[in-house]
């Protein structure tokens, strides 16, 4: 294994791990070496995905939280370093849209249901500020550790039907941003915080809007692949390397990005 990007005997906590993205780095972290907390609302999903990570033969616990309960997450800071001693990473996982945020092709602004837009923007934005604050505490303690978040395409440019997820990503960005100027200047250089913003991948929450019952691509699926350079959707397991490299020694002097994973659709113009 290359030492520099190697995550091994490093303590990862992964809210929203119950979900297909969390569970998804969640595994690879612990195939990796890494004792994973994995965190989430839903104690049966949780439970499963406990199972499923001590079967590859790691350390991983499972903790039930509320990204938007801060003495939740306080209590699960706590668990975690009565466990293992200290926090080195955390990811914020949990988020993504809801179907009452989306707006139907025939709809417009004025349309919207102003608490799926609470909604949308209370889980995103503050389902990400929340944790990094409570276990980002505990890393200013120890003036070490790693904080990853999700961004995403809907924070470059706008993108129709989805106002909130778009506006809360945005917001995601640039907390990203503030929190890894404030953790340099304040706690120094062995903290850092960055996100990863994804391209376009199919799973439950969008799968509706990209691909037709007959399983043939919609017309958004269709406007979404001619912008995207590598002429394709991505495949969940590619977002592992971009997170990897963010809480390695590899990339000890980079904060305050976001890392586009999207197979060129932010940089392309469309012509």
Not at 32 to 60: H, P, Y
Not at 259 to 270: E, N, Y
Request: with cysteine; net charge neutral; charged share 20%.
């Amino acid at each position: 294994m290359n030492e520099l990007f190697s995550i091994s005997g490093k303590v990862a906590v992964i809210t929203g791990a119950g979900g297909v993205l969390g569970g998804n780095i969640a595994k690879h972290f612990v195939q990796e070496g890494a004792k994973v907390a994995a965190l989430d609302i839903r104690r049966e999903q949780l439970d499963t995905r406990i199972a499923e990570l001590l079967s590859f033969g790691g350390e991983a616990i499972g903790i039930e939280t509320n990204v938007l309960d801060t003495g939740s997450l306080e209590a699960a800071a706590n668990s975690v370093v009565e466990r293992w001693g200290r926090i080195d990473i955390l990811l914020n996982i949990a988020g993504g849209n809801i179907p009452g945020a989306t707006l139907a092709p025939d709809q417009s602004i004025f349309d919207m249901k102003l608490s799926e837009w609470e909604k949308v923007t209370n889980l995103n934005l503050n389902g990400t500020v929340y944790p990094s604050l409570a276990f980002g505490k505990v890393m200013a303690e120890n003036k070490s550790g790693s904080i990853v978040n999700v961004s995403s395409m809907a924070a470059y440019a706008a993108i129709t039907r989805v106002p909130g997820y778009s506006v809360a990503k945005t917001g995601i960005s640039n907390f990203t941003q503030w929190l890894a100027m404030e953790m340099a200047t304040k706690y120094g250089d062995g903290i850092r915080v960055n996100a990863i913003a994804p391209g376009f991948f199919i799973g439950d929450q969008n799968r509706s809007v990209l691909i037709n019952p007959d399983g043939s691509l919609t017309e958004r699926s269709r406007k979404v692949l001619a912008k995207t350079p590598m002429n394709r959707f991505g495949d969940i397991s590619e977002l592992n390397g971009a997170v990897q490299f963010l809480c390695s020694r590899a990339a000890s002097f980079v904060t305050g990005i976001v890392m586009p994973v999207d197979g060129g659709f932010s940089s392309f113009s469309g012509v």
